[in-house]
């Protein structure tokens, strides 16, 4: 039987490159994806969650969306060091969205510790969606009319549109951003032909000597814990959440099944090439600060080799995406019975943002 025979090839190959526990091959295949309580799977919310993800309106400015950033061509990601910001890039770097349903933290500080609230963040902030206030973001939703029952439809007419209800509608939408089927997919599963030869050395490396699963763990090579990996960087990732010493310039251990198609990478945007990921990790860093967990692995040209092979095996088959077609019919604003004059606050806010458009920079 093919699975028998990648046990055993793990057996006589993995396991004394690894000297560790024999290794458990089911650990690594991806589970279906798990949709919480009080958000669950429904097919007309997706498809709003997945409106709403393109749909600039969101922004204040109408401007961007959050393809603007994680942009499906580009890994869901935006192919930047730093997130495009107004004048001046941010100083992170946009994690790519695929799998991320499967992350139990999100941010790399993991300030949000569900994908809703990372995406209800994400709506206030003046750096990444500028959605402005709760009020204006969900009137400028509600100005648009199949919008209105469409949120009735998938959450219930009382109080359709909300700052929560968008969220969850995007996450809904998220959590179907899914790496499926790669070679190394496939190999775990018992096919010992479906990656070559160097990528399963580079396996052997990344679960044995290079003590890499010992922060990207099974099944999506990600973790909940924060690390410092001796990056040049200022930032003081997980410490300003959690306010621990060891959590200084501690980042999120992001998840590597797509990671050939995200680069640059880490969370300043410091690394070009996988190659120059590899680079990095062989000499144990960039800085010997105090908190640095790497140690130098001294790895030779073969196994550098061998580890960016596998780590291009993870790339699963393209995840295909049609961008929707979005609501374009505005509700027509409801006259003012005392004064007939026309009295709707996603109208007048509209107005008013238009007089002081010319003022306000971007
Ligand atoms: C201006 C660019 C930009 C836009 C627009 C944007 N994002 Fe992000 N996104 C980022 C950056 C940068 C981060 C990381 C920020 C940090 O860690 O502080 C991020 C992080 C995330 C994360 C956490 C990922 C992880 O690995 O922890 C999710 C989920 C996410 N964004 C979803 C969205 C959704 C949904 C939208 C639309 C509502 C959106 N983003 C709009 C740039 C953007
Ligand atoms: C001590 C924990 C730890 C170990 C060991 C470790 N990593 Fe990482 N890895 C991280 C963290 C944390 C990040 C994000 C760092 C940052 O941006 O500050 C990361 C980032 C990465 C990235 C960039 C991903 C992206 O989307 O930006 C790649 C690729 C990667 N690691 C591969 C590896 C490989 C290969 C090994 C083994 C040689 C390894 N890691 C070992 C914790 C670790």
């Known amino acids: 039987?093919?699975?028998?025979?990648?046990?055993?090839?793990?057996?006589?190959?993995?396991?004394?490159?690894?000297?560790?526990?024999?290794?458990?091959?089911?650990?690594?295949?991806?589970?279906?994806?798990?949709?919480?309580?009080?958000?669950?799977?429904?097919?007309?919310?997706?498809?709003?969650?997945?409106?709403?993800?393109?749909?600039?309106?969101?922004?204040?400015?109408?401007?961007?969306?959050?393809?603007?950033?994680?942009?499906?061509?580009?890994?869901?990601?935006?192919?930047?060091?730093?997130?495009?910001?107004?004048?001046?890039?941010?100083?992170?770097?946009?994690?790519?969205?695929?799998?991320?349903?499967?992350?139990?933290?999100?941010?790399?500080?993991?300030?949000?510790?569900?994908?809703?609230?990372?995406?209800?963040?994400?709506?206030?902030?003046?750096?990444?969606?500028?959605?402005?206030?709760?009020?204006?973001?969900?009137?400028?939703?509600?100005?648009?009319?199949?919008?209105?029952?469409?949120?009735?439809?998938?959450?219930?007419?009382?109080?359709?549109?909300?700052?929560?209800?968008?969220?969850?509608?995007?996450?809904?939408?998220?959590?179907?951003?899914?790496?499926?089927?790669?070679?190394?997919?496939?190999?775990?599963?018992?096919?010992?032909?479906?990656?070559?030869?160097?990528?399963?050395r580079g396996f052997a490396l990344f679960v044995g000597k290079a003590r890499c699963s010992t922060c990207h763990a099974p099944p999506g090579f990600n973790g909940s814990e924060f690390h410092n990996t001796g990056l040049n960087s200022l930032d003081p990732g997980h410490f300003e959440i959690a306010d621990e010493p060891r959590y200084r310039n501690a980042f999120k251990t992001p998840g590597l099944r797509h990671v050939a198609l995200t680069a640059p990478y880490m969370h300043n945007g410091s690394k070009r090439t996988l190659e120059q990921v590899i680079g990095f990790y062989d000499r144990g860093g960039d800085r010997p600060a105090e908190n640095n967990e790497l140690i130098p692995l001294q790895l030779s040209a073969q196994e550098k080799q061998d580890m960016i092979s596998f780590l291009k095996n993870l790339t699963g088959r393209p995840i295909k995406v049609t961008i929707p077609t979005l609501p374009t019919e505005q509700r027509s604003p409801p006259r003012n019975e005392e004064t007939g004059s026309l009295f709707n606050p996603w109208h007048r806010n509209n107005l008013l943002r238009h007089t002081t458009l010319q003022s306000v920079d971007d």
């Open 1 to 200: 039987m093919a699975h028998a025979s990648v046990i055993a090839f793990l057996f006589a190959v993995i396991i004394p490159v690894a000297q560790a526990a024999p290794l458990d091959t089911a650990a690594w295949i991806m589970p279906a994806v798990t949709y919480p309580i009080d958000n669950p799977y429904s097919e007309a919310k997706t498809r709003l969650g997945k409106q709403l993800f393109f749909d600039p309106r969101l922004s204040s400015r109408r401007m961007r969306s959050c393809a603007s950033c994680h942009h499906p061509g580009l890994g869901w990601a935006d192919a930047l060091p730093h997130a495009m910001a107004s004048r001046n890039a941010l100083s992170r770097h946009t994690p790519s969205l695929i799998n991320v349903a499967f992350d139990k933290v999100f941010f790399w500080d993991g300030r949000a510790t569900n994908l809703e609230g990372a995406i209800r963040q994400h709506l206030f902030s003046p750096d990444l969606m500028r959605g402005g206030r709760a009020r204006d973001i969900v009137a400028r939703i509600e100005g648009l009319t199949s919008y209105n029952k469409q949120f009735a439809a998938v959450f219930g007419s009382h109080n359709g549109i909300t700052i929560e209800h968008i969220s969850a509608a995007i996450a809904t939408f998220v959590r179907g951003i899914i790496s499926r089927h790669s070679p190394f997919d496939r190999w775990i599963a018992g096919k010992p032909k479906a990656m070559p030869a160097s990528a399963i």
